[in-house]
């Protein structure tokens, strides 16, 4: 539990020591509750946690110390009223969505979406009669036409994967208020860092731990953040009913990966901007995309809701999928993956993986040809990345 008398301190300070909460043994690192329940002096005792009468951990599908350590911390940074943790990052954006709709209702989300989350919206919540609308997320008039009354949730990630395009949240956060619809931000690309969704103006905002607060490509998490009154009334019921819960282990891993974000954010977007910036110059290559090149055609917007670029460079190869895998095939530092945050550089096609269950029109639609790969740049030093990137771009 957290102590309420404990001065405010800066997110730095927050990353490395928000939410501990030590032992009897006086540990100076957080303890790892491997448990899956708790027990009770007495049998009054267990009837009154049960009647919600004490504040106390009944069982770790509801809540667990090491995953309460973490969510205090993720809660204390995003400066959000409250925190739930998850299995993974997909399971945070099912049940911040599936908590708070009913068939009969509409889910407005823009269409430049991760794989699995553009699966949620398009396949897995019709089936149970929520009507989804999607839109070009840049477009604030389809925004407008599509928010009319009716509107009950709205889910969005900016920046987009992978095409890093800017979806401007106050604008969009004011025309979803208007029709009373509740604001989902997906804000894995900036990460907790770099965007603070809640102060633009939305409801909820969703992780994927997976990523940058793990950030070592060691475990699956996940995270919900909101309002109180969102997470009583609707999170929690669900989540401890249908038990998307994150395992103490990897909360354990995700808290120590809180405590190097700061540093390790500071240095992938240095190295991003570097690396983007050495691109640019390149030939063969069509078009560059990071948030914060001059070259950005929301270079504007960027400047208003981001403070800095994030991992992530896309760009396009010129020549197709040949030459795209011709030219991942001849990298010896950045490794293929899917994966991204890591502290390793990785490096997708997002066509034929990401993004293959996508239409070939919706992939034209959304500006993934079969040349655009998409680069996570790691903490090993910049130049190394650019060796390997200007070596293979000559293979
Ligand atoms: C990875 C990712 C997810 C899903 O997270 P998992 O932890 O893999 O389940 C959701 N949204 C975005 C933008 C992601 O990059």
Known sequence: ???????????????????????????????????????????????????????????????????????ERLRLLEGAEACRATSS???????????????????????ALFGSCHYIVTEILPRYGVVTTLVDGTDLDQWRDALKPGAKAVFLETPSNPTLEIIDLPAVCDLAHEADATVVVDNVFASPLLQKPLELGADVVV??????????????????????????????????????????????????????????????????????????????????????????????????????????????????????FRFLNALKLIDISNNLGDSKSLITHPATTTHQRLSQEDRDHLGIGDGLVRLHVGLEDAEDVKDDLTRALAA
Request: proline share 4%; hydrophobic share 35%.
């Open 207 to 324: 992780y994927s731990a997976t990523k940058h607060i793990d950030g070592q490509g060691r475990c699956l998490g996940g995270a919900i953040l909101a309002s109180e009154a969102f997470v009583k009334d609707n999170l929690v019921p669900f989540m401890r009913h249908t038990g998307p819960s994150l395992s103490p282990f990897n909360a354990w891993l995700l808290l120590k990966g809180l405590e190097t974000l700061d540093l390790r954010v500071t240095r992938h977007c240095q190295n991003a901007f570097d690396v983007a910036s050495h691109l640019e110059t390149r030939n063969g290559i069509i078009r560059t995309l990071y948030p914060t090149l001059a070259s950005h055609p929301q270079r504007a917007l960027v400047e208003k809701q981001m403070s800095d670029g994030g991992s992530v460079v896309s760009f396009e190869l010129d020549g197709g999928k040949d030459r795209a």
């Open 89 to 111: 990052g997909m399971a945070a954006v099912f049940a911040s969505l599936m908590c708070q709709l009913k068939a009969g209702d509409r889910v407005v989300a823009s269409r």
């Open 1 to 71: 539990m957290t102590d309420t008398n404990t001065p405010t301190y800066r997110p730095q300070t927050e990353l490395v020591r928000g939410g501990l909460a030590r032992s009897a043994f006086a540990e100076t690192s957080e303890a790892l509750y491997m448990t899956s329940g708790y027990v009770y002096e007495t049998a009054e005792a267990a009837e009154a946690a049960f009647k919600g009468k004490d504040p106390r951990y009944i069982y770790s599908r509801y809540g667990n110390p090491t995953v309460g350590m973490f969510e």
